[in-house]
């Protein structure tokens, strides 16, 4: 990054800065290395923040066709939201729980880091785990896919490592932390 905090150039894996968490969000940033992709996953519940803070992505992502009262699903069709490149500087994007692309995936084109806030942030504990998918479009139907859950073992299938945030520190007021 270009305040030295880290440098995206020299990431060899994928690399996550962790700066908070608490009950009600956590935040963030993901390095990449080009050419790595975090694979297809959701935010079962969840709203999510991104800002891409420098380098070139390209981002897929989906909603699940359903009607408003059905339960979150693990399998079955799902329409294209995103399908494209970002270059910093562009303005950050909003995932919902059922809108704005919840399920995505992440390739880098060049070096690149994501800011991420989510809120509230991934538990097991709350029934908010994190679901990988495969996509299997439908040549008969432009813009939808199949979504397959698949099993991933981290650090396996997908190696994340984990570097200290050596920014300022979050200025986080008692009262807030209370409520955190
Ligand atoms: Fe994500």
């Not at 700066?19 to 694979?39: K, L, N, V």
Request: proline share 9%.
């Amino acid at each position: 990054m270009s305040n030295g905090l880290v440098s995206g150039q020299a990431v060899s894996e994928i690399t996550y800065i962790h700066i908070h968490e608490c009950d009600h969000f956590s935040i963030g940033i993901f390095c990449f290395p080009a050419g790595r992709t975090f694979p297809l996953h959701d935010h079962p519940g969840m709203t999510v923040l991104s800002k891409l803070l420098y380098g070139s992505l390209y981002v897929k992502a989906y909603d699940w066709v359903r009607d408003e009262n059905s339960s979150p699903r693990t399998n079955g069709l799902a329409g294209t939201v995103i399908d494209g490149i970002f270059n910093a500087p562009c303005e950050p994007t909003v995932l919902f729980p059922r809108s704005g692309g919840n399920i995505h995936s992440f390739t880098a084109l060049a070096p690149c880091a994501i800011l991420d806030v989510l809120s509230p942030p991934y538990s097991d504990d709350y029934g908010r785990p994190s679901t990988y998918f495969l996509d299997h479009p439908i040549p008969s139907l432009p813009g939808y896919a199949l979504l397959e859950e698949r099993e991933i073992k981290l650090q396996y299938d997908l190696v994340v490592t984990g570097a200290p945030y050596l920014g300022p520190p979050l200025d986080i007021a008692e009262e807030e932390e209370d409520v955190c």
